[in-house]
């Protein structure tokens, strides 16, 4: 039997069969993925090929195969550096959510995931969340940012569950697809997902007063199949992404600005930071790229972990510190 994983706790796994039913599947033996050094070799998202055998009165799934995936969504491992985690498979597209405050969304977190999901062909599109609670200098911090990425080629939009602003848009464009929704915890994922769609009534927590930072409440990521022709995959909240084997030299490939800018270089292998004659720098200079974007990339570059000191600023960008 062919089905997808629906949802994975690390030792089991729900799969929806092609006829509908769902099976709790475990894995036969060990699996190892081409390449991939995983703490899960199966995700959500996931193209399964399983049997079913009966234990006494029950009847448990084995997973025999993993299909081939179209694209995959992977990190870091939090405690595991030199292995990594896939978040979900077979992702049409996703939905990054960013607050300015309560709790943070710095941009080289926003800059990490764009990059990854470049990589792997995944489109992502930037929604400015809880757009309903800011006051002036706030919003003209998500008007900066939507400047910068849509510029650049990303989609952006403003959104609030609570308000009901722009939730309908956010439905069209789900429309026919499997989205998968991430951000910090705290963001308001799990909200966005029950204002979408009020029927799954998943949990939510306040955020924490202590730390103004969001609370786990999704503890693994789970796909939905919601009643509009659309599927989608909410995960547990993100502190920070490790960018996972992406070459020096490709990684300004990756920036969309930059690769603009790549045949413009005096040097083919050109990784803009100390040649001369760089298309790259001499735009920056010129102040038609974001210094935020050109500081991600320098962090990423020499292998720096993602730290709040590149938080966004937008009274100065300009300061290249």
Same mark, same amino acid.
């Given at each position: ?27 036969? #033996?060990?699996?190892?993925?081409? %390449? ?7 995700? +959500? ?7 079913? =055998? ?6 448990? #799934? ?52 764009? +990059? ?20 002036? =200098? ?42 998968? @929704?991430? #951000?910090?915890? #705290? ?10 769609? *009020? ?14 930072? %969001?609370?786990?409440?999704?503890? @693994? ?10 599927? !989608? ?22 920036? *969309? ?13 050109? !990784?803009?930071?100390?040649? *001369? ?22 962090? !990423?570059?020499?292998?720096? =972990? ?16």
């Amino acid at each position: 039997m062919t089905g997808i994983v629906y949802k994975s706790t690390g030792s089991w796994y729900w799969v929806k069969s092609e006829n509908g039913d769902i099976h709790q599947c475990r894995i036969k #033996g060990k699996f190892r993925i081409k %390449g991939i050094k995983s703490t899960n070799p199966i995700a +959500v998202g996931d193209k399964v090929v399983f049997d079913l =055998e009966k234990k006494g009165d029950e009847e448990i #799934g084995v997973i025999k195969t993993i299909l081939d995936r179209d694209n995959f969504i992977v990190r870091k491992s939090v405690n595991l550096s030199k292995q990594t985690h896939i978040i979900a498979a077979n992702i049409d597209q996703v939905f990054l959510l960013i607050t300015i405050n309560n709790p943070p969304t710095f941009t080289t977190f926003i800059d990490r995931f764009l +990059v990854s999901a470049r990589a792997y062909r995944i489109d992502v599109i930037l929604v400015f969340n809880k757009i309903d609670s800011y006051e002036i =200098e706030e919003r003209a911090e998500i008007l900066y940012l939507k400047d910068i990425y849509e510029a650049i080629g990303y989609r952006c939009i403003q959104a609030s569950s609570t308000q009901n602003i722009n939730i309908n848009k956010v439905k069209e464009m789900m429309l026919g697809k499997t989205s998968m @929704f991430v #951000g910090h915890s #705290g963001v308001g994922k799990t909200t966005l997902v029950n204002a979408i769609e *009020p029927n799954l009534d998943l949990k939510t927590k306040k955020i924490s007063d202590q730390h103004k930072q %969001g609370q786990h409440t999704t503890t @693994f990521a789970e796909m939905f199949d919601l009643s509009f022709d659309a599927k !989608i995959i909410d995960t547990p909240g993100i502190k920070g992404f490790g960018v996972v084997d992406i070459d020096k030299y490709e990684l300004g490939d990756y920036f *969309p600005e930059f690769f603009a800018l790549k045949q413009d270089c005096k040097f083919n292998n050109c !990784i803009h930071t100390k040649e *001369p004659h760089c298309a790259v720098k001499e735009a920056l200079e010129a102040e038609e790229i974001s210094w935020s974007r050109y500081k991600s990339y320098l962090q !990423i570059l020499e292998g720096e =972990e993602e730290t709040e000191h590149f938080r966004t600023d937008i009274w100065h960008e300009d300061d290249n510190e």
